[in-house]
């Protein structure tokens, strides 16, 4: 019994972390120009060049949404 209830939390903490991961910002890699307003605008270094197009780390990201509002193409979404 306590081993399916421990194996029922971790399953959700499991899922959180996931949904998390999932709502942070993201890049339209088919508008970035890689011109990487956005890397230096971010906080927490979350944003790295992966062939001339930005990429976010969603695990370092913290979801303040300064990337956002610093792309000038509209490259940068945010899902909710
Ligand atoms: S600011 Fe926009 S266009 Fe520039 S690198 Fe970042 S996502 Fe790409
Ligand atoms: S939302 Fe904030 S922390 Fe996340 S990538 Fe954009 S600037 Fe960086």
Redesign the pocket.
Known sequence: MKLALISLLLLLCILTVAAMALEKPF??KS?????????GICPTAA?S?ESE??SIDPEICIDCKL?IQ???????KDIK
Not at 31 to 39: E, Q, T
Not at 70 to 76: Q, V
């Open positions: 890049v339209d508008a970035c120009v890689g011109c990487k307003d956005c890397a944003i060049l197009k930005a990337c610093a792309c000038p193409f509209k490259a940068i």
